[in-house]
């Protein structure tokens, strides 16, 4: 059996803010409402769906960590890591074959993005 992610739903204290966060990293966000559902936001690309929903009530925000890749982690890192309202939780490293730097987004969630070294 060959089996893919292709959505991930994340619940938000603040779903503006992690909106904007997320389009920080390059992602385009629409705005969307199911029936009688709350407004929420959805990022696709490559048939993988990112939607972003409020949280319920008293509801905890999901505590799970993210990864993204893309061609030049240079082209994010200069300006996320001088921008007053993005959490770097780790400066950019290099492991054996990737170079990775470990965001903190709106909700507390561990945000990885990383480009792969041609070594």
Known sequence: M???????????KDVELTRRFYERLGMVFVEERHGAGPKHFAWEHAGFV???????GEQAPDNV???FSMPLLADLAGDIRHSSDVTVLKPPYA???RLIIVLQDPDGRSVEVSQALHR
Request: proline share 4%; aromatic share 4%; charged share 20%.
């Open 50 to 56: 990112l939607e972003l929903y409020p949280t319920k």
């Open 65 to 67: 960590r993210l990864g």
């Open 95 to 97: 492991t054996a074959d």
């Open 2 to 12: 060959n089996l893919a992610i292709n959505l991930l739903v994340l619940r938000c």
